[in-house]
């Protein structure tokens, strides 16, 4: 295992040290939502106790720190995500919003009939019906990239689906369900030659490693505070500002104005343009605070998590009439798998039983569960809290669950 001291960083996720079922918790549902460190906690008790004032708006001292803070957590995504301007860091409730937002303030302005939505395979329905529901409303079409057996991309039909009625195209950075890490740059490269604009879905990339949107060249860049060791109800879409300050915003109220007036509003530019009302201050702190607490270690905690991915991998390739589904080359540690004469659901709550938590269905990704014929998967998915004792206990467990299942 590469050098990493998952011993002390363990002890910074209180949650980790509880039982379940009598066995200690082996949280294995962090492509769900991952578990969050003491200080985050912390930062949403601290701001509550000693800071809590609304922002942007008063001239008191409180309102002033709140502000102050709110704003330190904008440069902290900004900085997560290799930008040194913090103009294009919308915050949002989740990368969910966040697309919707591009869907309905991008496209309903600048899609018309004929135009085409070039999705993969993939994709989470989050990045899937927002653009339906847009198309439908446009006229465009939403027109979808296969993928491999193997859970890849096909980067070839991606080459030949990209034309000039391409307007944009949408992909997740990692898939959810398979753990793939698709070829961003390469995507977007050949998208923008093509002369389409590019969101990216990085709801399972921010929490495994370094984004950098720069490099990535894209248009929009969303993800999740909560996958990220933050909080619920928030999350960041990053947008090129000219991008943000040419769409009409679509939610209306305090903060995102420049004047009003009975005869005509104004409105500011990215980011305040798209936060209407008061945000969720408190979320967007701590998700700053998560940032933080999650960049200096990023590197190394990479390394670990694909050494605990190809233990994983190797252990549960070994188990009978288990099959992993998505064998792409380059995966984030999620592994998806199947087990002869055991639905996932089955093999879900013999796991829970010992104090296992693992997801099962369809991961919000039925197109891609159709594709291969499935209904579900059992998904393991892994962070850098988790240890080579927790593989085991998983592949002790599935070993059992088989034998009970038989
Ligand atoms: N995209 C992907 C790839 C995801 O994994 C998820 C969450 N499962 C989402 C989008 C939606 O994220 P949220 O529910 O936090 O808005």
Redesign the pocket.
Known sequence: MPAFDVAAIRKDFPILGRSVRGRPLTYLDN??TSQKPLVVIKALERYYSEQNANVHRGVHLLSEEATTAYEAARASVAKFLGLKDTRGCVFV???????NLVAECWGRSNLKAGDEILLTHL??H??IVPWQVIAERTGAKVVVTPVTPRGEVDLVAFKGLLNARTKLVAF?H???ALGTVNPAVEMTRLAKAAGALVLI?G??AAAHFKVDVTALGCDFY?F?G??TFGP?GI?VLWGRPELLDAMPPYQFGGDMIRKVDFAGTTFREAPERFEAGTPDISGAIALGVALEYIMPIQAAAHAYEQALLAAATERLKAIKGLTIVGEAPEKVAVISFNMEGGHPHDIGTLLDADGIAIRTGH??CMPLMKHYGLSGTARASFAFYNTLEEVDCLAVSLEKARKMMA
Do not use: L
């Open positions: 492509a769900a409730r989740g990368a969910t919003e966040g697309i994709e989470h989050a990045n997740a990692v898939s959810n879905d709801c399972q969303a999740s909560h996958k619920t999350g991961h919000c």
